[in-house]
């Protein structure tokens, strides 16, 4: 029985291979080629494929020949259905080429032509792209879009295209001088590096401009005579988008570039050699909103003519075969206000260490001013930066325990030392000994005690520490910003020492200067401030309020991470109890302190100083605090390693708001 069944089978194989080789007409074999030559194609490599009517290395180098123009670009190209008819087949290839952020698709015919028992392809042009002839290849146009404006309030122009002047050695014109000479000599005039661009000149080709330095026309002091005096030195002018100085807003606003290698690599082909992108900041972050499309073209180039012969011919011999118009980018709008920006940076400009200065419109949470000073080194201290706010904190303490019962007027004690779990916390230098003792809330903060707060801590948990920062608008999310920053980071847990620290903004509470002038906005407002920078923001930015990473942060500000930002608190402050904090905030200048501050003009000022101990000094070194509200303003100072907040960032801040109007 079983040889029986296997006999069977063997015959029903056998029927079947018969049938099967009876009804092959060759289309399998046709259809492999088809597939073959597609992948072929599409890898831009035809080397190794069976070709009638040209040598395959001919073939193969004719194909990379057509499409040179348009590498490292490669195309997709898929093979259709087989037309067979005896010997002979043909097949569509559908081509897909990405260019730039398009895409172009044709569809060309490739005939197939059998010979013994394996098909070849007739080779033509016409298999590459059905416009083509022999002896044609294709160029690729690309016209770069002017890069958008980056504006502030009132669409002020912060970044546009202002000129410049490339200044360098053109080898063209240096006939028989010394490039090398002539490079040194450049070098010296404009300040740059001799011998790294005496070896960049030296390296480059015979035809190179060697581009030293980028001038600004307006303003610049190296003048066209000087530069013609060295030979084969030119000036070539141009524009570049930039902000009115070299330092204005720069670690807020950013600046542009000749895209990198690595960024060219990592676009996939939207960037190329020569493309200007941003480099930092909100140029950076909203590049592909700035910076636009291309404008691209592909074109067939005739035979024989060279680029000289194409430029000079009218019209354009060249025939278009795919082209995307350029497409402009979208300006940038911001709420930056160019003249207090300059008036922050101008305030800062002699202080050393690290420092910023940020100002809020506490009615709309607009950003009028957010400026690192020199000492920050292209760092955005102003947004990024996070620190220990010292005793600005005590808005917060202040509003936890309103919560709790305590009113401005309530007694607490200020004494000059208070322990706590063995470690012994004091007033700052020079705290006045009238205001020891029993003292109303209002005078412990307007003087600052640190013991009268510290000896409060049984009254506010750290959990009600948190919930009053986040009903301030401190470590939340800031929908509107549009922009990178530190929001503030306070711990919901900590005990003994640790919730003692909090209660003087130390430990592990840290806030950048625009979490600190968002506190002293929500006072001013009676609601909290969610922050706005960027009005319309193309792209979504990364999460405003989560920690970033950024290179050349300094130690002190990036060496503790911050908790992930929390939704907006639903606990908001009220008006009844911002109302009370601004009256003891107002007491920081009519009683405290801050009496300096009474003399600026305009609305009454409402303050509070912050002094922050850092690193393992003896004594310690501090961070200079002060906030302050004034009018339908709200300004954070700080200084990194500046002392006394009332005597270091306090004269910063009189002088800001004086010249603020």
Not at 55 to 70: G, M, P, R, Y
Not at 198 to 212: D, E, L, N, R, T
Not at 248 to 276: N, P, Y
Not at 629 to 636: S, W
Request: glycine share 10%.
């Amino acid at each position: 029985m079983g040889k029986t069944k296997n006999l069977v089978l063997g015959l029903a194989a056998l029927l079947i291979a018969g049938s099967l080789s009876a009804c092959d007409d060759g289309r399998s074999g046709a259809e492999g080629a088809a597939k073959q030559l597609a992948s072929s194609l599409a890898a831009l490599d035809v080397g190794s494929l069976a070709v009638d009517g040209k040598d395959a290395a001919a073939a193969n180098e004719q194909l990379k020949s057509v499409f040179a123009a348009l590498d490292p670009a490669k195309p997709s190209v898929e093979s259709g259905a087989v037309k067979l008819d005896g010997d002979k087949a043909s097949v569509p290839l559908n081509f897909t080429w990405k260019i730039g952020t398009a895409e172009w698709k044709y569809t060309s015919q490739a005939a197939l032509k059998k010979s013994g028992d394996k098909w070849a392809v007739q080779w033509s042009p016409a298999l590459l792209e059905p416009d083509l002839k022999d002896g044609e290849v294709l160029d690729k146009t690309v016209t770069p879009p002017a890069r958008a404006e980056i504006l502030g309030a009132g669409d002020a122009k912060l970044i546009s295209y202002r000129p410049v002047v490339y200044v360098g050695i053109d080898k063209t014109i240096i006939g028989s001088a010394d490039p090398a000479a002539s490079a040194a000599k450049l070098a010296q005039l404009v300040g740059v590096d001799e011998a790294a661009y005496v070896k960049q000149v030296q390296a480059s080709g015979p035809q190179a401009f060697v581009s030293a330095i980028t001038l600004r026309q307006d303003g610049r002091t190296i003048t066209d005579q000087q530069i013609a005096a060295i030979p084969g030195a030119r000036g070539i002018p141009d524009s570049l988008p930039l902000a009115p100085t070299r330092t204005f807003a720069r670690a807020v606003l950013g600046t542009v570039a000749e895209a990198s290698a690595e960024q060219i690599q990592k676009a996939g082909g939207s960037l190329k050699v020569g493309d200007v992108v941003g480099t930092g900041g909100l140029e950076e972050q909203y590049d592909s909103q700035l910076r636009g499309q291309d404008g691209v073209s592909i074109k067939v180039r005739p035979p024989g003519m060279t680029d000289d012969q194409i430029k000079a011919a009218k019209p354009d011999p060249r025939r278009v075969l795919f082209s995307v118009d350029t497409k402009p980018g979208d300006p940038l709008k911001t709420t930056l206000d160019p003249r207090l920006q300059q008036l922050a940076e101008d305030t800062l400009a002699g202080v050393g260490p690290a420092s910023a200065i940020v100002a809020l419109r506490p009615s709309t949470g607009a950003v009028l001013a957010a400026a690192s000073g020199p000492g920050s080194n292209g760092y955005n201290t102003a947004m990024l930066g996070q620190y220990a706010p010292g005793s600005t904190f005590k808005i917060v303490d202040s509003l936890a325990l309103i919560r709790n019962g305590m009113t401005p007027d309530s007694k607490v004690e200020c004494t000059p030392t208070i322990t706590v779990d063995g470690r012994t916390f004091k007033n700052a230098e020079g705290y006045p000994e009238s205001s020891l003792g029993s003292v109303a809330l209002r005078d412990a903060f307007a003087h600052s005690c640190n013991t009268a707060f510290i000896s409060s801590r049984d009254k506010v948990s750290q959990a009600q520490l948190e919930s009053a920062a986040t009903s301030l608008g401190l470590a939340v999310q800031a929908p509107k910003l549009g922009a990178d920053a530190f929001l503030g980071s306070v711990p919901g847990n900590a005990d003994g020492t640790e919730h003692a620290a909090s209660m003087i903004g130390q430990g592990k509470v840290l806030l950048s200067p625009l979490a600190a002038a968002i506190m002293a906005a929500s006072v001013a407002h009676g609601a909290p401030v969610s922050p706005q920078l960027v009005l319309n923001p193309g792209v979504v930015p990364p999460s405003a309020g989560a920690t970033p990473t950024a290179s050349g942060a300094p130690s002190s500000s990036s060496a503790t991470p911050a908790s992930p930002a929390a939704p907006a608190s639903d606990k908001p402050v009220t008006p009844a109890e911002a109302a009370a904090l601004g009256d003891m905030m107002r007491a920081v200048v009519t009683s405290g302190h801050a009496g300096f501050l009474a003399s600026v003009p305009g609305a009454p000022v409402g303050a509070k100083t912050g002094t922050a101990e850092f690193g393992n000094d003896n004594p310690p070194k501090t961070h200079a605090w002060i906030v302050a509200v004034h009018g339908d303003l709200a300004v954070a100072v700080f200084v990194e390693d500046g002392g006394l907040g009332a005597t270091t960032s306090g004269p910063l801040l009189k002088s800001f708001l004086t010249a603020a109007g």
